[in-house]
């Protein structure tokens, strides 16, 4: 199976567990603290998969990034979670930063 599947297939994971571990908030709600441990632990393994094969530096950059994205609108979608202008800037700075480290490591 190709890396990137497992990349891929380990952000979903991770960020399928996050929120759930919000939502439990500190084990509260017990079932879904563990249906959110369970996501991320299923995250880590497919991370160890996918970096079997992909560059851990590439990897890791595009995993905070695509991660800083959609928790970010998670959060903002689901917790109340308040965007500002300086918060979406520096998201972008962010991956700004992922994409060019992306196309330096394919030259």
Known sequence: MSGWIYFYAGIAFSMLGSPLLKYSNGFEKPVYG?????????????????????PL?????????ISTIILALVGYMFFDEQFSALKIFFMLVIVSGCIGLKLVTER
Request: hydrophobic share 55%.
């Open 34 to 54: 563990i249906i959110g441990s369970s996501s991320l632990i299923l995250a880590t393994f497919l991370w160890g998969m996918s970096i079997r094969t992909l």
């Open 57 to 65: 530096g590439t990897a890791y950059v595009l995993w905070s990034a």
